[in-house]
């Protein structure tokens, strides 16, 4: 249901904000939206993706390889705390398509 309610809003250029059950899809309901149309914008960045925990970052991540395997070749840094700052600041410098990151950590950068 999150998917059917926010993907095409997503894919007019709305701003949707969804709430659902763990497992529900959320992931996909954004992501695949994002993926699709960074076919007409290459460069980066494209998306920002805030999310209140470094478990949860991860996951977006691996969620986002996943679904983007043998599409678009997406680029996709992870911005957290616990992590190498330096080299976080280095991926950000080559401007990859779709970030992934903790409000606390991209303060710290920004």
Request: charged content about 15%; overall charge positive; aromatic content about 4%.
């Amino acid at each position: 249901p999150v998917q059917s309610a926010c993907i095409p809003k997503i894919m007019s250029g709305d701003d949707v904000i969804g709430v659902a059950k763990t497992g529900s899809g959320k992931t996909a309901a954004f992501a695949l939206p994002i993926l699709h149309n960074l076919n007409r914008e290459v460069f980066g960045p494209f998306a920002l993706v805030l999310t209140p925990t470094r478990e949860l970052a991860l996951q977006i991540a691996e969620q986002f390889g996943a679904f983007g395997k043998g599409g678009v070749g997406a680029t996709v840094v992870v911005v957290l705390g616990g992590m190498d700052i330096v080299a976080q600041q280095v991926a950000l410098s080559r401007r990859p398509h779709i970030i992934i990151a903790t409000p606390g950590r991209l303060a710290d950068i920004i």
